[in-house]
């Protein structure tokens, strides 16, 4: 296996499935084989998820909501989907433990990053909730963070398209894929991979991120095997 530690990153869309709201069973049970399949292999993985399918504190405030406090909702809204995924990781056999960055102590763990890594090395998949606990923030700069603090050897960015295209791949037809591209090519392209703030903290931090399709079965094994189906980012 090419990582042994891995912070995997998926969106709350990515939990919807073909749906428009909330939470798709069958998508997280797909989700938890492939990640069974990975940590049978000695791989270890902690996971950040996001909210977006339930609450984005930037739509409350388009709508007249207080910043913060639809945040604060945002931020719980990733302690569901965290609970979710828990549930589904338990059902496939997974030993789990759900951290949240805000304190909800009778559903999950504080987070502590000694006890992260040490459930980590005991073979124990960690969610991490609750993003960063700070609004303002996106779980994407919560997964580069929490990557960076377990260290691990990369983040892998699961999403519904299989890379880093020049163009948005769903609206241009002619759009080009990279396999590997720089940090500092993408900032130059003015590429969309994770917010600026998460990604400066990858870039600062020579963390790799690797872009690519956890839709369709057993790509994730493909990436931890060094199998390049997605897009490299890297220094
Ligand atoms: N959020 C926050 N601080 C964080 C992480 C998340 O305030 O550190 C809130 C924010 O309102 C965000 C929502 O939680 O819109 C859901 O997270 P995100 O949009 O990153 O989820 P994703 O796009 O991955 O589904």
New binding site residues.
């Given amino acids: 296996m090419k990582y042994k530690r891995i912070l995997l990153?998926?969106?709350?869309?990515?939990l919807m499935g073909n749906r428009q709201y909330g939470i798709d069973p069958d998508r997280l049970a797909e989700y938890a084989q492939d990640i069974k399949t990975i940590t049978d292999l000695g791989v270890e993985v902690a996971i950040v998820?996001?909210?977006?399918?339930?609450?984005?504190?930037?739509?409350?405030a388009s709508k007249g909501m207080d910043r913060v406090q639809?945040?604060?909702?945002?931020?719980l809204?990733?302690v569901i989907n965290g609970l979710a995924l828990q549930g589904a990781l338990e059902d496939a056999g997974l030993p789990t433990r759900l951290q949240s960055?805000i304190k909800i102590n009778e559903v999950a763990e504080p987070f502590i990053r000694r006890k992260a890594m040490r459930h980590l090395e005991k073979g124990r998949v960690v969610i991490f909730g609750?993003?960063?606990?700070?609004?303002?923030?996106?779980?994407?700069?919560?997964a580069v963070l929490r990557a960076i603090e377990i260290e691990a050897d990369v983040i892998l960015k699961g999403t519904r398209v299989d890379g880093i295209y020049n163009a948005d791949p769903e609206k241009d037809a002619k759009a080009i894929k990279f396999n590997n591209i720089s940090f500092d090519d993408v900032l130059r392209k003015g590429l969309k991979v994770m917010d600026t703030t998460a990604f400066t903290l990858s870039q600062e931090n020579k963390l790799p991120i690797i872009v690519f399709d956890m839709n369709k079965k057993g790509n994730l094994l493909k990436v931890i095997s060094g199998e390049n189906i997605g897009t490299v980012v890297n220094v």
Avoid: C, W
Wanted: charged share 10%.
């Fill in positions: 990153k998926l969106s709350g869309e990515a998820i996001g909210g977006g399918n339930i609450f984005r504190g930037v739509a409350g639809g945040d604060h909702m945002g931020m809204a990733t960055a609750g993003g960063t606990g700070n609004p303002y923030f996106t779980t994407d700069s919560a």
